[in-house]
C-alpha cells in the first residue's frame, strides 16, 4: 500500500553537521571536507542502488566543499535535505525516474543544486534522500545568492512570494502530484495525499517511523517496542477504516430513502393536482365563444358566490341586450342566503 512520507530537514553547522559528510553518507562515497580536513569513508554502506547530480557538472566533492566554503557564519544552514518514501508499487525504473521527476522539479524552482540518492530501490523501504544546496547554481558550477527557499519572512512578504510554511507545504504537494500521476501510469488504483489525517477530517493515528535499528532489532529478536507499537497503529488504521467504509455505505443508503420519499411526494402530490384539474376545472369543449355584446364590453362569465361559473337554461336574450353589462354577478335566491361562511345543523337548516 502507497503511503505519504518525506521529512525535510536543514544540515546546520550550529548543530554539528557538514555538508560534506552528509554528501559522503547519502552517497557511499568518501568525501575529503577541505574547511575541517575531516575524511568522510562511507563506501562501505550498502544499498545506494542510484545517485546522479542535478544542476552541476563538477565532482560531488567540489559541490559539497564549494557549499561549505560559500557560508561564512558559524551557524550557517549549508544543505537542506529532502527524504521521501518511494511507492513499492512502483518498479525499480519508475522509482528512479519518479525521484528524479521531483530532483528536477527542486532545481527549477529553487535554483539550487540537487544531489539525488536512492536506498533499498525495489524494496519495501525504497526511500531517496535527496540533498540541496542553499544557494542557487550559476552556469553549473558556481553558488551565488542564496534560494528564495531561504529568505526570512519579512523578506518573502517584501518580494510578494508565499510564507517559508506555505512554500514548504507546496513542495510537500508537488511530491504527491508526481507519486500519483506515476501510479496512475503505472496502472495503480492506490493515491497518497500530502496532508496530515488532522488536515483530512480523519481521526486515524498516524504509523510511526520505525526506522532500520528498529526493524534489525526485531529481525534478530523477534521483539522491538517501535515496531509492536506500529503494528497496532496499522491494526487501529484497519479497524478506523472499515468504520468509515460502513458510515459512508449507511449514508448511501438514508440518502436513497430520502430520495425514494421525494419521489413518492411528488407522486401524491401530482395525483391531488390532477384530482382538482379533473373536478375543478371547465372543459374545454363547454367553453363558447362569447357574444359580440360580451366581447364588446369585456365582461366575464358570471360566478356565483363560491367562485364557479353559473349554468342558466335562458339564453343572453331573456335579459336584454345589455345582460353583459351587469356589474354583480347573478345570484339565485338560494345563493343568497346561504353563503360559504355560513354553517348547517343536524337537521340541515340555516342560522
Not at 15 to 38: C, F, I, N, P, Q
Request: glycine share 4%; aromatic share 8%.
Amino acid at each position: 500500500m502507497a503511503i505519504y512520507h518525506q521529512h525535510i530537514k536543514a544540515i546546520q553547522r550550529s548543530k554539528g553537521k557538514s555538508a560534506v559528510a552528509a554528501a559522503a553518507y547519502r552517497s557511499a562515497s568518501l568525501l575529503r571536507d577541505k574547511r575541517t580536513g575531516e575524511v568522510h569513508d562511507y563506501t562501505k554502506k550498502e544499498r545506494v542502488d542510484f545517485s546522479s547530480i542535478i544542476g552541476w557538472l563538477d565532482t560531488r566533492e567540489a559541490l559539497w566543499n564549494t557549499a561549505e566554503s560559500t557560508e561564512k557564519r558559524k551557524d550557517a544552514t549549508t544543505a537542506r535535505e529532502y527524504e521521501v518514501s518511494l511507492p513499492i508499487e512502483l518498479h525499480d525504473y519508475q522509482q528512479q525516474s519518479l525521484a528524479t521527476q521531483y530532483g528536477l522539479w527542486l532545481h527549477k524552482e529553487y535554483g539550487v543544486v540537487v544531489d539525488l540518492n536512492i536506498h533499498n530501490i525495489g524494496s519495501l523501504n525504497s526511500h531517496a534522500h535527496i540533498l540541496t544546496t542553499t544557494r542557487m547554481v550559476e552556469n553549473e558550477r558556481t553558488l551565488t545568492d542564496k534560494s528564495p527557499r531561504e529568505w526570512s519572512g519579512t523578506r518573502r512578504v517584501k518580494a510578494g512570494l508565499i510564507s517559508r510554511k506555505l512554500d514548504l507545504i507546496a513542495a510537500r504537494e508537488k511530491w504527491a502530484q508526481l507519486c500519483n500521476t506515476a501510479l496512475k501510469d503505472a496502472g495503480h488504483d492506490e493515491r497518497i495525499d500530502h496532508r496530515t489525517y488532522a488536515d483530512q477530517g480523519i481521526l486515524i493515528p498516524p504509523q510511526i517511523h520505525v526506522g532500520v535499528h528498529a526493524l534489525a532489532e526485531h529481525k534478530k529478536t523477534g521483539s522491538s517496542e517501535r515496531v509492536e507499537k506500529n503494528d497496532e497503529i496499522i491494526a487501529r488504521q484497519k479497524k478506523a477504516r472499515e468504520l468509515i467504509q460502513e458510515k459512508e455505505l449507511l449514508q448511501n443508503q438514508i440518502s436513497l430513502l430520502k430520495f425514494h420519499q421525494f419521489l413518492l411526494h411528488s407522486k401524491l402530490n401530482s395525483e391531488k393536482i390532477n384530482y382538482y384539474v379533473a373536478h375543478f376545472s371547465i372543459p374545454e369543449n363547454d367553453i363558447k365563444e362569447p357574444s359580440t355584446t360580451a366581447k364588446k364590453n369585456h365582461q366575464q362569465a358570471q360566478l356565483n358566490a363560491w367562485g364557479f361559473p353559473i349554468e342558466h337554461s335562458h339564453s343572453a336574450d331573456e335579459y336584454g341586450p345589455d345582460w353583459g353589462a351587469i356589474d354583480e354577478p347573478f345570484i339565485t335566491e338560494e345563493d343568497y342566503l346561504y353563503t360559504p361562511d355560513m354553517e348547517i345543523d343536524h337537521d340541515d337548516k340555516l342560522y
